[in-house]
């Protein structure tokens, strides 16, 4: 009596990718509902089962789908936007200001389209997601009829749909909650690094994964900066820095680990916890390369990712698993590292294994859901055939085969393409959204190049404008004068202040933009010694007007934190010409006649220029500058300040509007 199931794919060069690498020449899988009910020789397969539906595969090789095990699905969206960047200015300068404006559920959801249609041209049948708006990734990838892990982003910044860490937890919960049990979808939390959250952050989402026994997402050990910073910082390494914040309690899914020693690979393994390995990625990022023959031998499930799609740029899973291959031989100087097999059994089983979903895909098995593939391996770029050595099959999927001979997918028993064609998405739709909105995404990147100040503005965090401001430099013969001066009766000292200055001034090609002073201001206190430092960026606007030929008034200007490096910054706003001022300032907060000024006495020692008298104020308005600037007069009279016509005109242009 043989049992009738509801497909039989026969006649099939079976690789089922389990422990053994069991294979079947000519080989049947039969799949009831879900799920594989049996997997075998085709005589053994046929005298047990007959089908509703029988697909003769004529001889093409039927396999695991494939896992990716690390990506950002909606960032399809964003693919070739910014290239060639060092991270910083790619993610700071480029990704979050474009996520800030366009990321939404519509967004997400088309971008999570587009990667589905890809991943099933591909042969990818399940991935594991990091992003924002998850819910609508999982909705997407559902609609697609995909398998995959979907971690809720959260870390420190405000992100599109969360403008705090502590909402972004709620949403992961809430989605947790809502799709645990989906028979696709496994809901997981995604702290997104260390470096972009806190500790707090670490602790929480490691807690709700643990609650929910659902998996953790995130990056760890991406870069050797990530490390060393993380060294000064905190006296360790990336992996011991998060099991103390109980990160490893979780089931984790660590992308990278480029990083990390042998001992941190072993604390990675006790805690069970999966590796995604991103060759594409981290070769394009430079970010170095992963021990992934190290990590496999220490006994670390180590699957293959592409990381998202603007930083890759494709999803081509057959492009990571050769590259896993050849980057390991290339690197340990061993042609026999990461062979074929193990290769792909990271792009199936082991894979799978990394997102704690083995138990239900990765390897053709009786009992796990019916994810599979068929690839054509007689085109002539794949030819001729060997059957001498059995691992010839892997070698020719690993070395040989392209994304597009797969043919036939099926997950969860359902079929996704037959043939080369699509059954559940419309390419000519999406690509069309797609164009629709590179379009509006290049209008508002272009708008936002046309002024230094919008691209200030672009990169967010907090920033002041100040409306007026009035300021008088006067260049000095003897500074001693001043410091006897400033004591008269009528000048009421209110603080006194001694600072050390390095200033780099940016121009650009239109003067009119103003300058951009990145400024790094050392306070110094009674001994000499460095008390505080800080640095500001600072936008300068053109001078606007000036009274005698010694006062002068600043117009708007905006003032902000300088949260990246100087370096960050000239790769960012690509100045023309740079400038380099640095000097020795004694700063007096006085009054005069009730009103409040600001009295620098400078030593400008780069570029060489002596001694300067600076007085300035704050207004609110033009009439108020103009009162002012008479009592400024007034000052530098009080000052013995006389020399003020032998002022340079140079340093005046370096320096205008500083304070
Ligand atoms: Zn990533």
Redesign the pocket.
């Known amino acids: 009596m043989t049992k009738t199931v509801d497909f039989l794919l026969t006649n099939a060069l079976v690789l089922t990718m389990d422990k053994e690498f069991n294979q079947y020449a000519p080989g049947a899988v039969a799949v009831q509902g879900d799920s594989i009910l049996a997997v075998g020789p085709v005589d053994e397969i046929a005298k047990e089962y007959t089908a509703k539906e029988t697909l003769d595969c004529d001889g093409k090789i039927l396999m695991p789908g494939l896992v990716n095990a ?1 990506t ?1 699905v909606p960032m399809t969206l964003l693919r070739g936007l910014a290239d060639d960047l060092r991270l910083d200015v790619w993610l700071m300068g480029y990704m979050m200001p474009v996520e800030r404006e366009f990321v939404s559920p519509e967004f997400v959801q088309l971008g999570t389209s587009i990667a589905c249609a890809e991943f099933v041209r591909s042969g990818v049948t399940s991935f594991c997601d ?1 992003y924002y708006f998850e819910e609508d990734v999982a909705k997407a990838t559902v609609d697609a009829g995909l398998r995959a892990v979907c971690a809720q982003t959260v870390l420190k910044f405000p992100s599109p749909d969360a403008d705090s860490w502590e909402d972004s937890l709620a949403l992961a919960r809430g989605f947790i909650e809502r799709w645990k049990d989906h028979p696709l979808i496994v809901p997981s939390v995604a702290p997104h690094a260390p470096f972009t959250c806190t500790d707090e952050i670490l602790r929480a989402t490691a807690e709700l994964a643990v609650e929910f026994d659902v998996p953790l997402h995130t ?1 760890l050990a991406e870069t050797a900066l990530e490390r060393e910073n993380m060294r000064s910082e905190n006296g360790m390494s990336v992996i011991p820095y998060v099991e103390k914040q109980g990160l490893l309690k979780a089931k984790v899914i660590a ?1 990278h680990c480029v990083h990390i020693d042998l001992g941190e690979m072993h604390t990675l393994l006790r805690a069970g916890a999966g590796v995604a390995h991103n060759p594409s990625s981290n070769l394009k990022l430079a970010s170095g390369f992963a021990p992934v023959p190290r990590m496999l031998e220490v006994g670390l499930n180590v699957g293959i990712g592409t ?2 799609p603007a930083s890759n740029n494709d999803l081509d899973m057959f492009e990571e698993v050769r590259l896993a291959s050849f980057i390991a031989k290339a690197v340990s100087n061993d042609p026999a590292a990461v062979p074929a097999p193990m290769a792909l059994a990271m792009a199936t089983r082991i894979g799978a294994q990394a997102l704690h979903i083995g138990h239900l895909t990765g390897s053709l098995e009786t009992g796990k859901r019916a994810d599979l593939i068929l690839v054509d391996a007689t085109p002539l770029h794949n030819s001729p055939r060997f059957r001498r050595d059995p691992n010839n099959a892997y070698a020719r999927l690993v070395y040989a085969s392209k994304s597009t001979d797969v043919s036939d997918v099926m997950v969860n028993g359902e079929w996704l393409m037959r043939e080369h064609q699509l059954l559940t998405l419309d390419e000519a739709e999406l690509l069309a959204r797609a164009n629709e909105l590179a379009r509006q995404i290049d209008a508002f990147l272009i708008e936002r190049e046309q002024s230094v100040l919008s691209k200030l503005i672009a990169l967010g965090g907090s920033m002041e404008q100040e409306s007026f401001e009035l300021q008088v430099k006067v260049k000095l013969d003897d500074p001693s004068i001043i410091r006897s001066n400033i004591k008269k009766p009528e000048i009421k000292i209110t603080a006194h202040k001694r600072y050390r200055q390095y200033d780099n001034y940016f121009s650009f090609e239109d003067p009119s933009q103003g300058r951009l002073r990145f400024r790094e201001d050392e306070l110094i206190d009674a001994k000499g010694n460095v008390a505080s430092a800080r640095t500001r960026l600072t936008l300068l606007g053109p001078r606007e007007d000036k009274f005698e030929y010694d006062v002068l008034l600043s117009r708007s200007r905006y003032l902000a934190p300088a949260t990246h490096t100087l370096r960050f910054y000239r790769e960012y706003f690509k100045p023309v010409e740079e400038e380099i001022v640095e000097k020795d300032r004694l700063r007096w907060h006085i009054k005069y006649k009730d009103t409040q000024f600001f009295v620098n006495l400078d030593t400008v020692e780069k570029p060489d220029l002596g001694h300067f008298l600076e007085i300035k104020s704050r207004t609110w308005s033009r009439m108020d500058a103009e009162h002012k600037a008479e009592l400024v007069l007034e000052l530098i009279a009080l000052l013995g300040a006389t020399g003020s016509e032998t002022m340079t005109r140079d340093y005046i242009e370096v320096v205008t509007g500083q304070q």
């Open positions: 690390h950002h990091m990056h992308a990381d998202g």
